[in-house]
T-cell receptor, first 110, second 115 residues
């Protein structure tokens, strides 16, 4: 199968700081990338997505950056809040096939 | 609340048994996806249906099967269960069933424990 990996399994940040979660992917043909947030006991929740013809996309307090040269994806969360504590997954898609990373656990320290 | 419902919430069964997991998509969504989430493998895409037809297949074992009914709810059948099938099973739904910007909304999951 495809390989979607995360650089760091855990990340702790101070409330109010910015968070950066990184993800590497292996399939240069992937054309769509998604970030999900999963809180304890819940299903994954869509955060933001980006197509392969873009290198940056912004949402509310979140920004996704795509570097196709090095096959790297990152999620930036501005002014991190306690409610942002969760596991974050990146996923890559080729057609209708989706491949997920194992996730990064983000802990926000009040 | 994503609008996707899954039943049951928890399921405990024995090896060799067969179980059925049920999913109701969000109102208006035509596509349903099934995923398996285990501690050692993360979230694995199993299968996708669109308007009753199978659209994409991922890492789904032959012991597993799924279908989507005319009312668009879906069932995932797991048979000859093994200890390694213990996991969280998520269903997601989307409007068009096409990857591009077709947001998938996940249900709360069914936790399956095989003893």
């Amino acid at each position: 199968g495809e390989s979607v990996g995360l650089h760091l399994p855990t990340l702790s940040v101070q409330e109010g700081d910015n968070s950066i979660i990184n993800c590497a992917y292996s399939n240069s043909a992937s054309d769509y990338f998604i970030w999900y947030k999963q809180e304890s006991g819940k299903g994954p929740q869509f955060i933001i997505d980006i197509r392969s013809n873009m290198d940056k996309r912004q949402g509310q307090r979140v920004t996704v950056l795509l570097n196709k040269t090095v096959k790297h994806l990152s999620l930036q969360i501005a002014a991190t809040q306690p409610g942002d504590s969760a596991v974050y997954f990146c996923a890559e898609a080729t057609g209708n096939q989706f491949y997920f990373g194992t996730g990064t656990s983000l802990t926000v320290i009040p | 609340d994503s609008g996707v419902t899954q039943t049951p919430k928890h399921l405990i069964t024995a090896t060799g048994q067969r179980v059925t997991l049920r999913c109701s998509p969000r109102s208006g969504d035509l596509s349903v996806y099934w995923y398996q989430q285990s501690l050692d493998q993360g979230l694995q895409f199993l299968i996708q249906y669109y308007n009753g037809e199978e659209r994409a297949k991922g890492n789904i074992l032959e012991r597993f099967s799924a279908q989507q009914f005319p009312d668009l709810h879906s069932e995932l059948n797991l048979s000859s269960l093994e200890l390694g099938d213990s996991a969280l099973y998520f269903c997601a739904s989307s409007l068009r069933g096409s990857g591009y910007t077709d947001t998938q909304y996940f249900g709360p999951g069914t936790r399956l424990t095989v003893l």
